[in-house]
């Protein structure tokens, strides 16, 4: 038997074959362009083009033509976007796995370019399969709060994404009248039987020797998709809350709740990770420094209870996956904020929010005015009818309809109105 992987005898599995790589190819050509689309919509919310602090790549150029400010309605559109990114990335995995798997023998194969075509296909190749592996291995990591990636993930991922998928846009266009072809003869057996002859012209993929079979075509694709399904099942549940949440037993926010009462629901970060202390939050410690334009304000707790409250029934959901329900908030408005030093009634400008946490990412986010001025955007001060615990943010955090999750600071220690 041939010992080398170059040798196309060396690959003997009767599975592989250009319509079971098609197959698996048409899957992932829709589902990466999800995965692509939400991305970008993910990066959007967090308005980087309004503030260098909310931007994680600030050398991004052109790549940011798609930027535009991102909507407050409805209060859900990111808990939903985020949870499609992530779950469906987590779900493709076997199908990325199989697919590889299925067109290995063409990364082996001699001479590496015969043509110019040729050459075009194999490099496409090469950066489709290492972009594939970088951008799936980083999204997995982030989800399980596994950062042993250099660098920081947003960039990585951001530029790592752009190359993948240049790199899959390239290869689909090349490979596409192929994948067309096959599966329009889904259902012809003979030609399963000959489709090495057929349409496999370079004989880099279908075993010219196979060994004998152990399984079909179809019952490995029923493997794969049985793989992605059990993904899902064990997976998707981060994003509700309840019973389904207890199901998502491979994610970190998966599992019971952290706790009971008002306050027991998923958070990213403790008061204790962030070095906050009971000193520093405490009533005769804490103020609230509100700067505008001509004004600046010093606000204890008990002064902003005596300002007027309002509700509003908000999500929180996070890069990472994992959201919670709709929790009401309570305190009050970031436009009346605005108000108070010096901005009129429907004309509150973005805002810079900065945080009594010292280190970590975010620690200062900012605001777009349209965020600002929705009235159900506040500086809450109690959830679900209990005063903030010291994990959920007291004295006092950010909370907007439909922003990530960290962008709605905890923590809250000054606030910067104006054009930033």
């Known amino acids: 038997m041939p010992r080398s992987p170059s040798s196309p005898a060396f690959w003997r599995s009767p599975l592989r074959g250009t319509w079971f790589t098609s197959v698996l190819g048409v899957v992932l050509l829709g589902g990466i362009t999800v995965l692509f689309v939400t991305g970008l919509v993910s990066y959007a919310a967090y308005n980087p083009n309004l503030s260098r602090v909310n931007d994680m790549t600030p050398d991004k150029g052109l790549l940011g033509f798609y930027l535009f400010s991102w909507p407050t309605d409805p209060p859900w559109l990111y808990r939903l976007t985020q949870g499609v990114h992530v779950t469906l990335g987590i779900v493709l995995i076997p199908v990325l796995l199989a697919k590889l798997w299925s067109v290995v023998p063409k990364l082996f194969a001699l001479p590496p370019a015969r043509s110019l075509a040729h050459a075009l296909e194999r490099i496409s190749l090469l950066l489709l399969v290492g972009g594939a ?73 279908a075993a010219p020797d196979p060994a004998p079979p152990t399984v079909s075509r179809r019952g490995a694709l029923a493997f794969v998709g049985g793989g992605s399904l059990l993904l899902l099942v064990t997976t998707a549940g981060r994003s509700f809350d309840g019973p389904l949440r207890e199901t998502a037993v491979l994610t970190p926010h998966g599992g019971p709740e952290p ?50 409250l309002y509700s509003s029934a908000l999500p929180i959901a996070c890069v990472e996956g994992w959201s919670t329900s709709d929790q009401w908030w309570r305190g009050v408005r970031l436009r009346d904020l605005a108000a108070l030093v010096g901005y009129e009634a429907g004309a509150a400008p973005d805002v810079l929010v900065e945080s009594l946490q010292r280190r970590g990412a975010f620690r200062r986010a900012a605001l777009r005015d349209n965020q600002v001025r929705d009235p159900r955007s506040l500086l809450a001060l109690f959830v679900n009818g209990e005063e903030l615990t010291p994990d959920h943010g007291y004295p006092a955090r950010i909370i907007v309809p439909a922003a990530p999750g960290v962008l709605n600071t905890k923590w809250v220690a000054r606030m910067t109105f104006g054009d930033l």
């Open 133 to 205: 592996l970088f951008e799936f291995t980083t999204g997995v990591l982030n989800v399980q709060l596994d950062y042993i990636f250099p660098g920081s993930f947003y960039p990585l991922h951001f530029y790592g994404a752009w190359v993948f998928f240049a790199a899959f846009v390239a290869h689909a266009v090349l490979k596409m009248p192929t994948a067309v072809r096959n599966l329009r003869h889904l259902r012809d057996e003979r030609h399963l039987q000959d489709e090495r002859h057929l349409h496999d012209e370079e004989g880099e993929l």
């Open 259 to 308: 706790g009971s009462g008002p306050a027991g629901f998923q958070i990213n970060k403790t008061a204790a990770s962030r070095g906050i202390s009971a000193s520093e939050t405490s009533e005769e410690a804490w103020r609230l420094v509100v700067e505008g334009p001509g004004r600046t304000v010093r606000l204890s707790r008990a002064d902003l209870l005596q300002l007027p």
